[in-house]
């Protein structure tokens, strides 16, 4: 009988999602959030230039959104991509974040213009917003904190106006990946599975996009992809 040996990747891989019943871990992520590793994100953020990179990708040759009146950063955590949507979308803009974590929104807030961004807490799996009320969304690195991301892109294409796009970010199950899900105790997902479930959501997979031409070559920077809301019609082609 030949026992197969687990690939270093699954080995290094969280366990936390399967671990736990998912009320648990969600109070788990939330008080992950809420303390120190919450608070240290700022600082990460600016140590691994994930700040910086987050302002590439929102540029008009990358996620524009200008044009868009109703933005909505999902999971905003200290409101990085609030900052750059601030900076980059039209002044008349109405900017929404929402996240889970009290703490996280109260830090977004410190962070960011008071009349510019709206924070709501609110969980990605139900969303306190009517149907089809955004132009764009942001979800960064959110994704992978439920078991099923369909429960997510669900929600997030329901409260998507059609033709509307989302720039989606998420750790991919990469090497690197593996080693991110373990730091922030979450799941990794294969990016053709993924495609299938935004199709599922009626959401398009438009374009991949990159941090940069080194994370593009070396396969670096985990899944972003800039996807576009399908109307029903279309969605069932
Ligand atoms: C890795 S941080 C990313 C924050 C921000 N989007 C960024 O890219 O800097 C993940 C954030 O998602 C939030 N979060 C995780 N699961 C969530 C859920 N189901 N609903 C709402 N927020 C959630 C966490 O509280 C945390 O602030």
């Given at each position: ?152 892109l669900s929600?997030l294409s329901?409260?998507l106006?059609?033709?509307g796009?989302m720039?989606l ?26 495609k299938?479930v935004c199709a599922e959501c009626q959401l398009h997979w438009y ?18 992809v800039?996807l576009r809301k399908l109307?029903?019609?279309?969605a069932?082609?």
């Open positions: 009988m030949s026992t197969k040996r687990p690939s270093l990747k699954s080995v290094i891989k969280s366990k936390e999602l399967q671990r736990r019943s998912f009320g648990d871990y969600r109070r788990f992520i939330q008080n992950q959030y809420d303390g120190l590793p919450g608070a240290l994100t700022k600082w990460t953020g600016l140590v691994t230039g994930h700040k910086s990179l987050a302002g590439r990708l929102l540029r008009p040759s990358g996620f524009d959104v200008r044009g868009c009146k109703r933005i909505l950063d999902a999971g905003c955590g200290n409101g990085r991509y609030s900052h750059f949507l601030v900076r980059r979308a039209d002044d008349d803009a109405l900017i929404t974040a929402f996240d889970y974590s009290q703490r996280m929104l109260q830090r977004a807030r410190r962070n960011l213009p008071r009349d510019r961004v709206s924070h709501v807490a609110a969980d990605l799996t139900r969303l306190p917003y009517a149907d089809e009320c955004f132009d764009a969304i942001v979800c960064g690195w959110v994704l992978e904190h439920l078991p099923d991301a369909k429960a997510g929600e329901r409260v106006k059609t033709g796009k720039l970010l998420t750790t991919e199950d990469t090497f690197n990946g593996a080693v991110c899900s373990r730091l922030f105790h979450c799941r990794t997902y294969n990016r053709s599975e993924l299938q374009r991949e996009l990159w941090f940069s031409k080194v994370h593009r070559f070396f396969h670096l920077g985990g899944i972003i800039e109307a029903p019609s279309q069932n082609l």
